[in-house]
């Protein structure tokens, strides 16, 4: 389903009884993180998308957890339930075990194109509705209501843009999810981290001397367009082709007024300007979904030269904090989604999950199909070479008859079929640049802990155990008795 625009989103959702229109006054800073905190840590039931209408001092209403839920986030992405990503990719790539290297590496390229194709050509705009009012003379961001979340933030941070650039020796668009600061009207701190596109196209530009990068935030728009700016993908695949393919239908794009970059048409506001690679700045400290303040560090400005929006345009924003929050489900759909990409290059892989409190890069629990022994440790070498799960701090290794959802049977096997002289692999490496308890930036300790069923090449020379299983034909006659029993 592709959405005309973000309040097209929030109209469905209000159908579908999923978000509530908060009316009395808020402000922007603390009051809306503060409901918002409550809602995501809160019951079930009462979890939903809030539509701040009357935010102290701003016009502009905010719109926020709309991927806070299952539910939310696979309406949000065109399918029925988040399995579905994971069907739906799979459909394009054949799955079955590649006979080598490059006939895996032909299967990627062929992906490639499928997403490029399926994703749709992009096309251009006639009329851009995110271009009904332009300031280019003026522009400033204090009419806009960016949040201060957290007491110690340090200041107003955008929380969920999509930020372009292109790479600016190879002309490649990069779309990425990066937190803004606010300095002044006219003034933002592009908090890229070292791992992802833009940082790498700012290292480009600075070797080659570049004066300024051209950049553009975008904010709102279609659902998928914003969800695809988070997404971990290659280099060569464009986050808007994910985003095409998944709405069914071509993103339009319309030409920036300042700048030589292309932006989507449908979007609510667009903030254009420059990053100056070749000066940086104290930014943070900021509350971030470590549940931790990220301390301050250096990072490039971005310098407003256009800011241009829609008639009746609506802030999106998210809030990360201590767990559970928003956030763990956008990267539930990123882990439905991109299975199928790791069972390309590790066709043993089952399923894999990445429990809230191990905020994504902490903790990936790993079902496979073990064929012999070390495969276990194969798979932990394998996963930590593969794009952004080589930041992965723990990786646990389980049987493929194990749900890896259910944090109960995982937790099980992870703890009592470990010996901990022999199951663990201890390793230094790359580490998510937020992560505090790394010693130094980016780098540190990381654990893969082998819990499957050992075989005696492994150094477990006794029988293995069977696991308690009841008789299916017992299970059958009271699944049959149940109703008559009383229990229900």
């Known amino acids: 389903m592709a959405f005309g625009s973000l309040r097209d989103f929030a109209t469905l959702l209000e159908d579908r009884g999923a978000l509530v229109r908060i009316r009395a006054q808020v402000s922007a800073e603390l009051e809306i993180t503060e409901i918002a905190n409550r809602v995501c840590k809160g019951p079930a039931a009462a979890n939903k998308a809030l539509l701040f209408e009357n935010v102290k001092g701003r016009s502009t209403p905010v719109l926020i957890n709309m991927f806070g839920s299952a539910e939310r986030m696979a309406w949000a992405l065109g399918v029925g339930d988040l399995d579905q990503l994971r069907a739906k990719l799979a459909a394009l790539i054949d799955l079955r075990p590649p006979d080598g290297l490059n006939n895996a590496v032909g299967r990627g390229s062929a992906l490639l194109r499928a997403l490029r194709d399926a994703g749709l050509k992009p096309r251009r705009a006639h009329r851009a509705p995110v271009q009904a009012v332009v300031e280019s003379r003026n522009p400033t961001l204090d009419d806009i209501p960016i949040l201060k979340c957290w007491p110690n933030d340090g200041g107003r941070f955008i929380t969920l843009p ?9 002309g490649t668009r990069n779309v990425g999810m990066y937190r803004l600061q606010q300095l002044d009207d006219r003034t933002l701190l592009m908090h890229w981290q070292r791992h992802k596109g833009g940082a790498e196209h700012e290292r480009v530009a600075r070797e080659s001397t570049r004066p300024q990068i051209p950049a553009a935030i975008v904010l709102g728009g279609d659902p998928a367009a914003i969800w695809s700016a988070s997404a971990p993908l290659p280099p060569d695949i464009d986050e808007y082709w994910l985003a095409g393919w ?3 239908r071509a993103i339009p794009f319309v030409d920036c007024i300042t700048q030589p970059l292309q932006v989507p048409a449908n979007a609510d506001i ?10 940086h700045y104290p930014e943070g400290p900021f509350g971030d979904h470590t549940g931790y303040y990220t301390p301050v560090g ?8 256009a800011i241009t929006q829609r008639e009746d345009p609506i802030y999106p924003a998210t809030v990360v904090g201590i767990p559970p929050m928003e ?13 199928p990409l790791v069972q390309l290059f590790l066709p043993e892989v089952i399923d894999l999950a ?10 990936v629990v790993v079902s496979i199909r073990k064929r012999f022994p070390g495969h276990a440790r194969k798979v932990i070498h394998g996963l930590w070479g593969l794009a952004l799960l080589s930041l992965a701090k723990a990786l646990v290794i389980v049987d493929d008859w194990v749900d890896v959802h259910d944090a109960m049977v995982a937790g099980w096997q ?17 580490v998510d640049q937020l992560d505090h308890a790394a010693p130094l930036e980016a780098y540190g300790g990381k654990i893969g802990i082998d819990a499957t069923a050992k075989l005696p090449e492994e150094g477990h020379p006794r029988p293995w155990p069977e696991v308690v299983r009841m008789d299916p034909a017992v299970k059958a006659r009271i699944d049959a008795l149940w109703g008559e029993l009383g229990l229900t």
Do not use: C
């Open 246 to 248: 998944l709405r069914g």
């Open 270 to 279: 667009v903030i254009e300007g420059y990053v100056d690679p070749n000066r």
């Open 327 to 339: 956030d763990y489900w956008m990267g539930k759909a990123t882990e439905r989604l991109f299975l």
């Open 414 to 430: 992870a703890l009592g079929n470990v010996d901990w002289s022999r199951d663990v692999m201890i390793a230094d490496g790359p």
């Open 162 to 170: 999509q930020v372009i650039t292109h790479d600016p020796s190879r």
């Open 298 to 305: 250096p990072f490039p400005a971005f310098h407003v030269t």
């Open 354 to 363: 990445m429990p809230a409190p191990g905020l994504f890069h902490n903790l």
